[in-house]
């Protein structure tokens, strides 16, 4: 793993996977309440920034295996936002669902597991 940029590269993760959670809980508001409509905008806009930041820092590691990732990332949300916008829900909700499993796949690249080396005695 190219350790160039991996704090910030886990904090923009982390943010992402936040917004797409987030996106998740106001598409159920959006279902519940005539407000959840502005909601699930304004989340879409954080989605939005935080894949863009995403690719940012991506570019700065200079990794294809980095880059590629967080652009089709950047492209699924703007597919995303078109889908939206057009009220496709047959294909705006399981490319969410992608998404968000997606990241949290990332998640786990970024944050691998810690082994337990015990003391032989």
Do not use: C, E
């Not at 923009?12 to 959840?36: C, D, E, K, N, R």
């Not at 991506?58 to 967080?70: F, G, L, Q």
């Not at 294909?91 to 080396?117: D, E, K, Q, T, W």
């Amino acid at each position: 793993m190219n350790t160039a940029y991996l704090g910030a590269r886990r904090i923009v993760t982390l943010v992402l996977a936040a917004a797409l959670l987030i996106q998740g809980i106001t598409a159920g508001l959006l279902l519940a309440s005539p407000g959840g409509r502005g909601m699930h905008r304004a989340s879409a806009i954080l989605v939005l920034l935080a894949a863009l930041a995403s690719l940012v820092v991506s570019i700065m590691t200079k990794d294809r295996k980095v880059i590629v990732p967080a652009a089709l990332t950047l492209l699924l949300v703007f597919v995303q936002m078109y889908l939206g916008f057009a009220h496709f829900k047959a294909l705006h909700v399981p490319i969410g669902m992608l998404m968000f499993g997606g990241v949290v796949h990332s998640l786990g690249y970024l944050y691998p597991a810690r082994r337990n080396v015990s003391a032989a005695a």
